[in-house]
């Protein structure tokens, strides 16, 4: 998944139009991002990547891009 | 004189998820109970650790995916040739998933309900055909008190272990005529491989639940008594209602 397709997910994950997320975004600044939006990201990761992303991974994570280097470490290994 | 009214000596008793959780605990206390058991789930090397753990001998090992719920009816068919007729089923296989609203899929949810609650109900035709239960059978299905109670985020599954109790209804009267009982067990929240699951997906919500019920979290084991209990003759006169076993949780 490259940056570009990830954050189109994330878009449409939080419900935004398409385009809206450019990475640098705080998670604590979106309205939409709430605990429901956690497993919804890890069910997307499982459903599309099948990595089983550690909650507590996400929940360190500030940025939008953050999310996306944890998935690419999660890939990773 | 020593009488244990859940005795299962020459009970012949079919348990699905028994690889793991309340479905291994399950088989495990039946066969302290005397009962003879086939074991069933996918994978048998899992089945093999579960039947390695079991009081005595002459219990099978049947690796079988529920998920082809055609072949329910015949394989029952199948395992009564070859093992005799079945006292009892325990479907205590089940799929767990948070799956919000915004990420559920036509797929994913067919198939928590296809393993839940379908298998359930082929589970149920199948043991109900002729040669295929004894006298006095006793059909125990797992529900969940995420049946009973709602829960965000994992609406398929609480709509699949809802379904369980009316099923457990149902059949009760439509079995009745050939002498199979049918309950269900709610269980509340117990430690295993699925509850673990559950803090991998959502950490912090096993603690919240945990508080939420007045005697803490249960075993395996807890459930499995209840399940026992049903099967035996103990609950002949038992049949379409819900054991609760929930340490409390829906008491509030």
Redesign the interface.
């Known amino acids: 998944m490259t940056r570009e397709e990830f954050l189109l997910s994330i878009d449409e994950?939080l419900?935004l139009e398409s385009g809206t997320l450019k990475g640098s975004e705080k998670l604590a600044d979106l309205e939409n991002w709430d605990?429901?939006s956690?497993?919804?990201f890890?069910?997307?990761a499982k459903?599309r990547l099948n990595i089983?992303l550690?909650?507590?991974g996400i929940?360190a994570c500030q940025s939008v891009d953050d999310l996306f280097a944890l998935i690419r470490s999660q890939a990773a290994s | 004189m020593s009488i244990n009214p859940m005795d299962l000596t020459g009970r012949l008793i079919l348990v699905t998820g028994a690889s793991s959780g309340i479905g291994r605990a399950t088989a495990l206390l039946l066969s302290q109970l005397n009962a003879r058991l086939i074991l069933v789930a996918r994978n048998r090397d899992r089945l093999e650790q579960t039947h390695s753990a079991l009081e005595g001998t002459n219990h099978q090992v049947e690796p079988f995916d529920l998920t082809n719920l055609d072949a329910i009816p015949g394989w029952i068919k199948d395992l009564a040739s070859r093992s005799g007729p079945l006292h009892g089923v325990v479907h205590g296989a089940g799929v767990y998933g948070v799956i919000p609203l915004r990420i559920l899929t036509a797929p994913k949810l067919e198939e928590i309900l296809r393993v839940n609650l379908s298998a359930a109900m082929l589970l149920a035709k199948g043991f109900r055909q002729k040669g295929c239960h004894a006298d006095g059978g006793s059909l125990v299905l797992l529900s969940s008190v995420a049946g009973l109670r709602g829960h965000a985020g994992i609406s398929a599954y609480t709509a699949s272990k809802a379904a369980l109790l009316g099923l457990a209804r149902s059949l009760a009267m439509e079995l009745a005529r050939e002498g199979i009982r049918v309950n269900c067990v709610a269980p509340g929240l117990v430690a295993t491989e699925m509850s673990a699951q559950v803090e991998e997906q959502t950490p912090g919500e096993i603690a919240g639940v945990e508080n939420a019920h007045p005697l803490g979290a249960g075993r395996p084991r807890d459930v499995a008594n209840g399940i026992a209990f049903l099967l035996s003759d103990a609950a002949r006169w038992i049949t379409g209602t819900t054991l609760t076993i929930d340490g409390g949780y829906t008491a509030h």
């Open positions: 994950l419900e605990s429901l956690i497993v919804s890890m069910g997307l459903e089983t550690p909650a507590k929940a």
